[in-house]
C-alpha cells in the first residue's frame, strides 16, 4: 500500500469530471514499456465503449541509447465519447520517464495540461544523456502547465520489495506503476489489464505477481496522494451497434488479405522481405496455416516479388510487401508481372525517406514511385488505405480488381496507419463480398487456345499452368496481340502498349465515383488521401461548424482516378491538398486536370495536427492563394 505524501488521513471523495475525450501521451526510454503501456490503456479504453486512435511513435533503433532524446519512445492515444478521427492534437495529459522524454514531447501538452513525471528519473547522469544544462523541472519550461512529480521508481521497488526481485527486475515494473496511475486518474477498469498480466507472466509466478503489485501501487497513489484536484470520467461512445475490437492498420491489411483469399477461393502465398513498417503483415499471416496461407521469408525483394510472381502464374493469390526501399529493388520484377498480366498484390508500407531515412516514421513519399517507378510504360492500378481499420476493405476491393482485370494492384498505407489502431467492428461473415474469379478449362476454349483475347474490360483469360490444350508462352518479352507469342512488330507494341494503359484506365469504370463531404459547390475543397483523411475530415468538419463552405474529398484510387473528380475539383473557388511529401498529388493533379491546386505539405515523420490544417485553411478562406 501506498501512502499519501501529504500523511496519514483518510482520503476524502475526489471530483470527477466528465469530458467528451482525452489526449494521453506516455513517453519514456524503449526499454520503458510505452508501447506496452499505451496498448493497454487502448484496450481497456476500447473495452470502456470509447472511440479510440493511436499513434505509437518508436525509436529506430532495435536498441536505442538509454536516456536519449534519439531513444524516447512514445505512445499516444485518444479515447472519447464521441467519434473521433485521429489520435489527437494537443495532449491533456503527458507522462514522461526521464528528462528526455520530457523535453521532446511537453511542447504538445496543452498550456493547464497535466505533466506527470518519474521525478528518480531527473539525476545528473539523466540530463547530461538528454542533452540538458539544467534540469527542466526548475525552469520556467514546465510553468503553463500542472505537474505531478512522483518518485517512480523508489515507490515501484516499495511496492514489490518483498518478492526479493533484483533491482533491474524492480525497475521494470514502473510503467504498470504509471499504467495504474493514469487508468485512476481517468476512471480505466484494472480488470483487462490483470488479465492481460496473468496471460503474459503467468509462467513466472514472481513477475506477474510483481507487475500486479505496481498497477495497484500506481492506483493506490492516486488515491492517497493529494496532487491531483480530480479524476476524470470519458461516457461509452455512441458506435454503430455490433461487436468491435482495436484493431492495428498490418493486423487489418493481414485479415483483409485472408478473406479475400477464401471469399475468391484462391491460396494466399505471401512472399516477403522483412523491413520496417512492413515486416508485421509478414509476421501476422505466418500465423494462419490452417487456413491455407503460405508464407516464404526470401532472402531479397527481388526474390520475394518473384516468388510471388510465380505463385500467380500457378493460379495462387500472389502478394508481396514492402517499404519504399524494398518497393524499388521490386520494380523490375514488377514490370514483368505487367508484362505477363498477372493478377497480385504488392503492398508498400511507406515511412521516411530516401535510402534508410527514418525507418520508424510516417510519410506519404512514396506516390510517384509506385506510379511512374519503372521501365517503359507501365501502368498499374494504385489504391491507398485511409485508417487502420480501412485496410481490412482495400485489400479485398485490391485483389477483386487485380482478378477482374489481370492486373498487378499496388497498395499504399504508411507508418501512421500500420501501427496505429481504432475500433474495428468484427463483419458477419454472410455479408463478406464474394470474388469470382474463373480459371479457362479445355472445354469452353476454341482451339488454337489464346492468351490474349480479352474481355469487355481489356483482361486475358488466367490459365492454370498444365490445364489441357491451353500451352501459352510467358515471359517479359513483348507479346503477340491474341496468341502471346514473341513479337518485335512496332505497331503490335503500340498496340499492346495503349491496351495495357487502357486496362488500367478501365479500373475507374469499377470503383465508382469520387465523394464529397460537405457542399457540392463552396469556397474550399480539401482534397486528400491516405492517412491525411482523419485529420482532414475533423478540419473540414470543425470548419463547417464555424460556418465556412469548406468540403472534404478523399481519394482510395491514385490509378487511376474516378472518373467524375475533374467535374467536382472545377466546382469550388480552391482546392488545397494536404501531404506528408513535397506535393506529388499535387504535381498529378495540377497536370491531369489543369487546376491550380494549392498544396500544404510536410515532411517531418509524424502526421498532420488537426490545429495545423485548420489554421491553414482558415488563412486560404481568409486570403484565397490564385497559383499560375
Not at 498480466?197 to 507487475?211: D, R, S
Amino acid at each position: 500500500m501506498v501512502t499519501s505524501t501529504t500523511g496519514n488521513a483518510e482520503p476524502q471523495p475526489r471530483p470527477m469530471e466528465t469530458l467528451p475525450g482525452a489526449t494521453v501521451r506516455l513517453a519514456g526510454d524503449s526499454g520503458d514499456g510505452m508501447q506496452l503501456l499505451g496498448t493497454q490503456l487502448t484496450n481497456t479504453s476500447a473495452l470502456a465503449g470509447n472511440d479510440v486512435a493511436t499513434f505509437p511513435d518508436f525509436p529506430a533503433e532495435i536498441r536505442a541509447p538509454r536516456g536519449t532524446r534519439a531513444g524516447v519512445s512514445g505512445f499516444q492515444v485518444q479515447f472519447a465519447s464521441e467519434e473521433i478521427f485521429t489520435p489527437g492534437d494537443g495532449l491533456d495529459s503527458l507522462i514522461a520517464m526521464n528528462p528526455a522524454a520530457l523535453i521532446t514531447n511537453v511542447s504538445d501538452l496543452k498550456p493547464s495540461g497535466i505533466l506527470i513525471v518519474n521525478e528518480d528519473s531527473f539525476t545528473e547522469k539523466d540530463l547530461k544523456l538528454a542533452k540538458l544544462e539544467q534540469n527542466p523541472l526548475a525552469t520556467d519550461l514546465i510553468e503553463p502547465y500542472r505537474v505531478i512529480r512522483i518518485p517512480m521508481t523508489s515507490l515501484t521497488r516499495g511496492a514489490v520489495e518483498a518478492l526479493g526481485l533484483s533491482t533491474k527486475e524492480a525497475d521494470r515494473c514502473r510503467n504498470f506503476f504509471a499504467m495504474g496511475l493514469v487508468f485512476w486518474l481517468y476512471s480505466r477498469s484494472l480488470e483487462p489489464t490483470q488479465r492481460f498480466i496473468e496471460a503474459k507472466f503467468g509462467k513466472k509466478p514472481e513477475l506477474a505477481e510483481a507487475n500486479r503489485r505496481a498497477l495497484q501501487a500506481g492506483w493506490n497513489y492516486g488515491e492517497t496522494t493529494e496532487e491531483f484536484a480530480s479524476t476524470y470520467q470519458v461516457n461509452p461512445a455512441k458506435l454503430e451497434p455490433g461487436t468491435y475490437r482495436n484493431i492495428m492498420g498490418n493486423q487489418a491489411l493481414s485479415w483483409g488479405l485472408l478473406t479475400a483469399s477464401q471469399q475468391s477461393g484462391k491460396p494466399l502465398f505471401l512472399g516477403s522481405y522483412p523491413i520496417t513498417p512492413a515486416s508485421d503483415i509478414l509476421h501476422e499471416l505466418s500465423k494462419y496455416k490452417n487456413f491455407g496461407v503460405q508464407t516464404f521469408q526470401a532472402e531479397d525483394e527481388i526474390a520475394a516479388i518473384c516468388s510471388a510472381i510465380g505463385a500467380a502464374f500457378g493460379g495462387s493469390m500472389g502478394v508481396t510487401t514492402s517499404s519504399g526501399p524494398g518497393i524499388a529493388l521490386k520494380m523490375e520484377g514488377l514490370g514483368l508481372a505487367i508484362m505477363m498480366e498477372l493478377p497480385m498484390l504488392v503492398i508498400d508500407i511507406q515511412r521516411g525517406g530516401p535510402s534508410t531515412g527514418l525507418p520508424t516514421k510516417t510519410e506519404q513519399s512514396d506516390l510517384l514511385q509506385v506510379i511512374f517507378g519503372r521501365n517503359g510504360e507501365s501502368p498499374i492500378p494504385v489504391t491507398a488505405a485511409r485508417s487502420p481499420s480501412d485496410c481490412f476493405d482495400v485489400a479485398q476491393e485490391a485483389w477483386e480488381i487485380a482478378t477482374r482485370l489481370m492486373t498487378p494492384v499496388m497498395i499504399l498505407s504508411d507508418g501512421y496507419i500500420a501501427n496505429g489502431a481504432e475500433p474495428w467492428k468484427i463483419p458477419d461473415a454472410s455479408s463478406l463480398k464474394p470474388i469470382p474469379v474463373h480459371h479457362p478449362s479445355s472445354d469452353e476454349i476454341d482451339q488454337p487456345f489464346l492468351p490474349y483475347q480479352r474481355d469487355d474490360l481489356l483482361a486475358r483469360p488466367w490459365a492454370i499452368p498444365g490445364t489441357p490444350n491451353l500451352m501459352h508462352r510467358i515471359g517479359g518479352l513483348e507479346k503477340e496481340d491474341g496468341t502471346g507469342n514473341v513479337s518485335y512488330d512496332p505497331d503490335n507494341h503500340q498496340h499492346m502498349t495503349n491496351t495495357r494503359a487502357q486496362k488500367v484506365a478501365n479500373v475507374a469504370k469499377l470503383i465508382g465515383d469520387a465523394e464529397v463531404d460537405g457542399p457540392e459547390t463552396g469556397d474550399l475543397l480539401i482534397l486528400s488521401w491516405g492517412g491525411t483523411y482523419g485529420a482532414c475530415t475533423t478540419a473540414s468538419r470543425q470548419l463547417r461548424a464555424e460556418g465556412s463552405e469548406v468540403a472534404h474529398c478523399h481519394l482510395r484510387w491514385l490509378n487511376p482516378f474516378p472518373a467524375n473528380l475533374g467535374e467536382v475539383l472545377r466546382r469550388y473557388n480552391q482546392v488545397v491538398i494536404p501531404e506528408l511529401n513535397c506535393g506529388q498529388l499535387r504535381m498529378l493533379i495540377r497536370s491531369r486536370y489543369l487546376v491550380d491546386a494549392i498544396g500544404f505539405n510536410k515532411v517531418k515523420g509524424k502526421p498532420f495536427a488537426v490545429r495545423e490544417l485548420v489554421e491553414r485553411f482558415r488563412s486560404l478562406l481568409s486570403n484565397p492563394v490564385h497559383q499560375s
